[in-house]
Each structure stands twice: as structure tokens, then as C-alpha cells.
């Protein structure tokens, strides 16, 4: 593994099912981060994490949680999902946990809620 | 409230420079990131400005103007690979990072 993989590529779901996409970085960065992009808007904040052991809201939290067991991975979870998490779903780390260093981006999550 | 505006799309042709800006008020600053996204991919990162003044890597160049919230993003020599979605994000006065909704740069030959 090098960098920051994300798993699935794409998903079709069902609403009202349950979804949890994976997220795994080796470079030992401190920080991670859950971001949603739709067209037209820019990437939104869904949680985050500065160390493992923590995790914070982003700008939009609402449906979704996270889990950060240990430094490497940082797994987004949908309760229940609905159309309206239709979006690709980026994961990104970064050394520092704070929001002033570069974040590196996993290649993404293109999730479909029908 | 918080915003950041660049221009949705622009067009430039190969070889020639294009400027892509970004406009932003937010509640201070902390500094400003320029990512470059190909379409189907990751945003990757191309440059940070923390002060004021033109920053050059390569064919790449980004500007900082803090008292006028403002900064561009220079790009010389266009090539195809070039075209791209050019993300702006402002790291605020609380540390949080607000991103732009991108500039999609279309590059003809």
C-alpha cells in the first residue's frame, strides 16, 4: 500500500441500508478526514479525526459516523442510507492535525443511494 | 457567513497562460491552498500561501493578496494535462478549512 486506499471504488445501495466505507493510510499521518463532493458545491466536511482515539463534526455530520481504533484507518459509517448521500466520498490525511497542512486524498468512494 | 468564489469554468488554449482567481472572506485567515483534481480523480495538492506575494513552482505560480482577499493561481506553458478542476481552500481563523467549488479548466489545442 502506498498513500491512502479507499474501498469500495463504487457502490449502488439500497436506502435504508446500512454502508461502511473503508478508509487506510500507511504514511502514519496524524490527522484524517471524511469529505462528500457534489457537483457544483465544494468538498464539505464530514468528520475528521486529529489522532487516532479522536474524532470531530464536520460541516455535515448529520447520518454519518466514524471510528478511529488506531493511526491507519478511518472507516465512515451510514446508518441508514438515504438518496441524499448520493455523492463520491473522499478520504484524506495529513501529517499535523490541523487544517493548515496539506492533505493528502484517497481516490475516492462513488456511492449511489436509490 | 463564510464563502469563497472562483470562476465555474474557463477555457485557454495550449501553450498560451491562463489565471485562474479566487476571491474570500472568511472569519480570518491562516492561509490558502490552490489542489489541482483531473476528472474521476483525487484533488492533489499544487500550493500553499500563508504571505502575501507570488509564490513560483515550475509552470505553476500562485499569488496572495491578504488585505485584498485575494489569490490566483498562474498557469504558464499550458498542456493538455492541464485540464483539470482547480481547487481554492481557505484555512480560517479557527484552523477550519473552507474549500471553493473549483474551476474546471478546459484546454484546447
Known amino acids: 500500500i502506498a498513500g491512502i486506499t479507499q474501498a469500495p471504488t463504487s457502490q449502488i445501495l439500497a436506502a435504508g441500508r446500512r454502508m461502511t466505507l473503508r478508509c487506510t493510510q500507511d504514511?502514519?499521518?496524524?490527522?484524517m478526514y471524511w469529505y462528500r463532493q457534489d457537483l457544483g458545491l465544494g468538498l464539505r466536511l464530514i468528520h475528521y479525526s486529529n489522532t487516532a482515539g479522536t474524532t470531530g463534526k464536520g460541516e455535515v455530520p448529520d447520518g454519518y459516523s466514524v471510528s478511529r481504533a488506531n493511526t491507519d484507518d478511518f472507516p465512515l459509517t451510514l446508518a441508514s442510507a438515504v438518496p441524499s448521500q448520493t455523492s463520491v466520498y473522499f478520504c484524506?490525511?495529513?501529517?499535523?492535525?490541523?487544517?493548515?497542512?496539506?492533505?493528502?486524498f484517497g481516490p475516492g468512494t462513488r456511492l449511489t443511494v436509490l | 457567513g463564510q464563502n469563497i468564489d472562483q470562476p465555474t469554468e474557463m477555457t485557454a488554449t495550449e501553450g498560451a497562460i491562463v489565471q485562474i482567481n479566487c476571491t474570500y472572506q472568511t472569519s480570518g485567515f491562516n492561509g490558502l491552498f490552490w489542489y489541482q483534481q483531473h476528472a474521476g480523480e483525487a484533488p492533489t495538492f499544487l500550493s500553499y500561501?500563508?504571505l502575501d506575494g507570488l509564490e513560483e513552482k515550475g509552470r505553476f505560480s500562485s499569488f496572495l493578496s491578504r488585505s485584498k482577499g485575494y489569490s490566483y493561481l498562474l498557469l504558464k506553458e499550458l498542456q493538455m494535462k492541464d485540464s483539470a478542476s482547480y481547487l481554492c481552500a481557505v484555512v480560517d481563523s479557527n484552523y477550519q478549512l473552507i474549500w471553493g467549488a473549483g474551476t474546471k479548466l478546459i484546454i484546447k489545442p
Open positions: 504514511m502514519r499521518h496524524n490527522a
Open positions: 500561501n500563508v
Open positions: 484524506a490525511s495529513s501529517e499535523r492535525g490541523d487544517f493548515a497542512d496539506t492533505q493528502y
